[in-house]
């Protein structure tokens, strides 16, 4: 009994003792938790991109209009459901364009687009109101929608053989030209009001993606109107504060109104042609590559062909063409592994043959689609397009890391897409928080009304970035652009030395604008 006494008369001084040091213990916590919590913080955000990134005194005064202007929309949106990112594109635009933060970066220098499709960049306004008034343009319509054709006569193949008529025939019998005009934007873009009705998972939104390539194409085939969109593309990326643009085309041969039809090679003329005669004109534009990118749906015998064309113009066309890629959509496949023997010969081209390959667009983790990262990497991808997958990937993610192998994230597209409904859980938002080698681009933003990469600048930096995301974050943004492009060494110094003029350009601008609108945002001498 005595022994039992003495054992409880130990335990309790043992918890008296253990009580004392723990309220020791936080007594010493309380004194130090904010100094603890402060560090954690400043280690954690760190890594998030743009954080190594030192501003200049004029640099500090625009980075406080802007986290000025950012915090007010974010403490907006917190008191409501209405913040952009988190829905569709399609709804969210006029919001989007309503935003100061937006403006901010609308006029900003943005560096390079490095994930674009040729036919996909232009303005549909630009299609509708100056390619479609071009003589000798007929249309057709489908069950989708139109499609068109540039011919000196009615057209006697295709879909319709006997259903052709001129565009001009069919404005002129409309009720008025502006509203057969209005029908033909939308039947050339994929804007609804009910996008999640409307495309109710990945597979909707890409059949009617597609039959916009296919209304596009055949106005696109002919070679004078293609002169026409590409020049109004590189306009439109110049006046959205794009210094330098690398696209993939699937290179449709080009053709005269008679019929004739170009080369490839020829072709390709066409398109250099038109980015040589624009840097000319444009000085404030660095210029244009192109990355060879036909469709995947096909067999190994037509990759070999691919690989064997891509050859043949990087011989003849050596700084314009960038390198290769395979594109569509990846879920239906067929994977890169597929076409392993004939990619391979790339890695022994001489002149060298840089590629770019789309990988892991998809939802899906251990498909196919999602393990095209395997390949991607294996095969020595100079940058990898989406890369939607690469967090479910720890061992890619490190290779890529190490290898300096940078994800072209595209946040609108993934969105109008429907890979990912709310923008604050994009992958991209965990690759920015850690620092990892991306650039952000705009993919094919004809489709959705966006412009060239401010709409997508916008949703990387209110999204993937976060709260703490500040001029910092694009400012590095724009800085990746141009050292993870395609250029050799001298000509990627000689563009960051045009882009770096442009935005001291733009900081002193900022400066002067903000303190004669808000002069609270920025504190008197």
Same mark, same amino acid.
């Given at each position: 009994?005595?022994?039992?006494?003495?054992?409880?008369?130990?335990?309790?001084?043992?918890?008296?003792?253990?009580?004392?040091?723990?309220?020791?213990?936080?007594?010493?916590?309380?004194?130090?938790?904010?100094?603890?919590?402060?560090?954690?913080?400043?280690?954690?955000?760190?890594?998030?991109?743009?954080?190594?990134?030192? %501003?200049?005194?004029?640099?500090?005064?625009?980075?406080?209009?802007?986290?000025?202007?950012?915090?007010?929309?974010?403490?907006?949106? %917190?008191?409501?459901?209405?913040?952009?990112?988190?829905?569709?594109?399609?709804?969210?635009?006029?919001?989007?364009?309503?935003?100061?933060?937006?403006?901010?970066?609308?006029?900003?220098?943005?560096?390079?687009?490095?994930?674009?499709?040729?036919?996909?960049?232009?303005?549909?306004?630009?299609?509708?109101?100056?390619?479609?008034?071009?003589?000798?343009?007929?249309?057709? =319509?489908?069950?989708?929608?139109?499609?068109?054709?540039?011919?000196?006569?009615?057209?006697?193949?295709?879909?319709?053989?006997?259903?052709?008529?001129?565009?001009?025939?069919?404005?002129?019998?409309?009720?008025?030209?502006?509203?057969?005009?209005?029908?033909?934007?939308?039947?050339?873009?994929?804007?609804?009001?009910?996008?999640?009705?409307? =495309?109710?998972?990945?597979?909707?939104?890409?059949?009617?993606?597609?039959?916009?390539?296919?209304?596009?194409?055949?106005?696109?085939?002919?070679?004078?109107?293609?002169?026409?969109?590409?020049?109004?593309?590189?306009?439109?990326?110049?006046?959205?504060?794009?210094?330098?643009?690398?696209?993939?085309?699937?290179?449709?041969?080009?053709?005269?109104?008679?019929?004739?039809?170009?080369?490839?090679?020829?072709?390709?003329?066409?398109?250099?042609?038109?980015?040589?005669?624009?840097?000319?004109?444009?000085?404030?534009?660095?210029?244009?590559?192109?990355? =060879?990118?036909?469709?995947?749906?096909?067999?190994?015998?037509?990759?070999?062909?691919?690989?064997?064309?891509?050859?043949?113009?990087?011989?003849?066309?050596?700084?314009?063409?960038?390198?290769?890629?395979?594109?569509?959509?990846?879920?239906?496949?067929?994977?890169?592994?597929?076409?392993?023997?004939?990619?391979?010969?790339?890695?022994?081209?001489?002149?060298?043959?840089?590629?770019?390959?789309?990988?892991?667009?998809?939802?899906?983790?251990?498909?196919?689609?999602?393990?095209?990262?395997?390949?991607?990497?294996?095969?020595?991808?100079?940058?990898?397009?989406?890369?939607?997958?690469?967090?479910?990937?720890?061992?890619?993610?490190?290779?890529?890391?190490?290898?300096?192998?940078?994800?072209?994230?595209?946040?609108?597209?993934?969105?109008?897409?429907?890979?990912?409904?709310?923008?604050?859980?994009?992958?991209?938002?965990?690759?920015?928080?850690?620092?990892?080698?991306?650039?952000?681009?705009?993919?094919?933003?004809?489709?959705?009304?966006?412009?060239?990469?401010?709409?997508?600048?916008?949703?990387?930096?209110?999204?993937?970035?976060?709260?703490?995301?500040?001029?910092?974050?694009?400012?590095?943004?724009?800085?990746?652009?141009?050292?993870?492009?395609?250029?050799?060494?001298?000509?990627?110094?000689?563009?960051?030395?045009?882009?770096?003029?442009?935005?001291?350009?733009?900081?002193?601008?900022?400066?002067?604008?903000?303190?004669?609108?808000?002069?609270?945002?920025?504190?008197?001498?």
């Amino acid at each position: 009994m005595k022994v039992g006494v003495s054992r409880a008369l130990q335990l309790a001084a043992v918890l008296v003792i253990a009580s004392a040091s723990n309220v020791l213990a936080r007594a010493v916590d309380n004194n130090t938790y904010d100094r603890q919590r402060e560090a954690l913080v400043a280690q954690d955000y760190s890594n998030l991109i743009g954080s190594s990134v030192v %501003l200049t005194s004029e640099e500090e005064l625009a980075n406080q209009i802007l986290v000025a202007l950012k915090q007010q929309e974010l403490d907006d949106a %917190l008191d409501s459901s209405n913040y952009p990112p988190a829905r569709n594109f399609l709804v969210s635009k006029p919001d989007i364009e309503r935003s100061q933060v937006f403006s901010f970066i609308r006029s900003m220098p943005k560096g390079a687009v490095l994930h674009g499709h040729d036919t996909g960049l232009t303005s549909i306004n630009f299609v509708v109101q100056n390619l479609t008034y071009w003589d000798g343009l007929y249309i057709c =319509y489908l069950d989708y929608g139109p499609i068109f054709k540039f011919s000196a006569s009615p057209p006697s193949e295709g879909a319709c053989p006997d259903a052709w008529s001129l565009v001009s025939t069919e404005r002129a019998a409309a009720s008025s030209p502006s509203d057969f005009d209005a029908a033909l934007y939308k039947n050339l873009t994929m804007g609804v009001d009910n996008p999640l009705e409307a =495309y109710p998972d990945v597979d909707a939104a890409w059949v009617r993606f597609n039959q916009y390539f296919a209304s596009m194409d055949g106005i696109l085939s002919y070679r004078a109107a293609f002169e026409a969109y590409h020049t109004q593309t590189l306009t439109e990326m110049r006046d959205d504060g794009v210094t330098y643009l690398e696209f993939r085309g699937v290179l449709p041969l080009l053709h005269e109104l008679d019929g004739t039809v170009l080369t490839a090679q020829q072709t390709i003329a066409v398109y250099k042609n038109i980015s040589d005669i624009f840097v000319s004109d444009n000085p404030e534009f660095f210029g244009a590559r192109f990355i =060879y990118g036909p469709p995947r749906g096909v067999s190994v015998e037509q990759v070999f062909a691919y690989v064997d064309l891509v050859k043949a113009l990087k011989t003849e066309f050596p700084e314009y063409i960038a390198g290769f890629d395979l594109v569509g959509q990846e879920d239906p496949g067929p994977p890169l592994k597929d076409f392993i023997e004939p990619l391979l010969t790339l890695q022994d081209s001489d002149p060298a043959i840089d590629v770019f390959y789309h990988a892991a667009e998809t939802d899906w983790y251990g498909e196919d689609a999602d393990e095209n990262l395997f390949d991607a990497l294996l095969l020595n991808a100079t940058r990898i397009g989406h890369g939607y997958g690469i967090l479910k990937h720890p061992a890619l993610m490190q290779r890529a890391r190490d290898t300096a192998t940078p994800i072209e994230i595209c946040p609108v597209s993934n969105q109008v897409l429907r890979l990912v409904e709310d923008l604050r859980n994009h992958p991209g938002v965990a690759l920015a928080a850690s620092g990892f080698p991306m650039v952000v681009s705009s993919d094919d933003p004809a489709p959705w009304a966006a412009l060239p990469l401010s709409h997508d600048f916008y949703e990387a930096f209110m999204a993937l970035g976060g709260r703490h995301a500040d001029l910092r974050f694009l400012k590095q943004l724009a800085i990746n652009s141009i050292n993870f492009s395609s250029l050799p060494a001298i000509q990627k110094a000689s563009l960051l030395q045009l882009w770096t003029e442009q935005w001291s350009n733009f900081i002193t601008s900022v400066i002067i604008k903000y303190q004669s609108i808000h002069t609270n945002l920025i504190p008197e001498d």
